[in-house]
């Protein structure tokens, strides 16, 4: 079982509408400005994955600052089908001490860690 990370998208929040459409609120485009440092940030993932067969399991998700461990959860994911999926990580509280590199990562429980998407935290405080 194989599930590789195609995209993602880091933002505010995600809900889920009664038709099962997501949606995304608040996304971050190439860095996100704190308007002071530290920073404490909650932020969601979304994720596009392809995956070859179905699955019903537990997935780790984290967030890395700096190359260090942030924040992480753990959840329960269903696919139902071989192909594209979408996963909805929801928001992980975490403080930003500097300006840094943030990385989100999940595998599924017992698997390597698979990269979904980097983003940068800058001090915007004097833009």
Sequence with gaps: MFITPNYGVICDDIRREDTQKLILIGVYGRDI???AMPATLVLACYANVS???TFSGEIEFRCLIG?????EAKGNLVIGAPGNSAIA?????IVVPEPAELEFQFRVKGQD???ITKI???D????
């Design 51 to 53: 995956a070859d067969d």
């Design 33 to 35: 400005r704190a308007s």
């Design 67 to 71: 190359g260090k461990l942030g924040a």
């Design 113 to 115: 860690w698979l990269m």
């Design 120 to 122: 940068s935290v800058i």
């Design 89 to 93: 990580f929801p928001g992980l509280p």
């Design 124 to 127: 915007g405080s004097s833009a």
